[in-house]
């Protein structure tokens, strides 16, 4: 089992910037590759980004590319996403994830986060 706690959530102006982090415990983080979802309200959950267990390999979102940054520190059990010059549609719950394989398909991913809302005003 892994368990995984996002913070950093919250409320910013557009054009603004926030970092969510996700700490994980349970079984070895260095294994796992992890991503980020998001759900807005009233859509379905959607990819943001993924990182490789070495994070030497990323992915992202065509909608958040150039603007959103995925990281990790497997010494702290932790993966960041920054996010910069975010806009009223980013408004979403956002969700860390581990996998055993890199993806960007949420069954993909067998642990989940409880999510930290970020919003984001215009």
């Known amino acids: 089992q892994v368990q995984l706690a996002e913070s950093g959530g919250g409320l910013v102006q557009a054009g603004g910037s926030l970092r969510l982090s996700c700490a994980a415990s349970?079984?070895?983080?260095?294994?796992?590759?992890m991503g980020w979802f998001r759900r807005a309200p009233g859509k379905e959950r959607e990819f943001v980004a993924a990182?490789?267990?070495?994070?030497?390999?990323?992915y992202y979102a065509d909608s958040v590319k150039g603007r959103f940054a995925i990281s990790r520190d497997n010494a702290k059990n932790t993966v960041y996403l920054r996010m910069n010059s975010l806009k009223p549609e980013d408004t979403a719950v956002y969700y860390c994830a581990a996998s055993r394989y890199i993806a960007t398909e949420d069954n993909a991913y067998d642990y989940w986060g409880q999510g930290t809302q970020v919003t984001v005003s215009s």
């Open positions: 349970g079984r070895t983080f260095i294994n796992y590759p």
């Open positions: 990182i490789s267990w070495n994070g030497g390999t990323t």
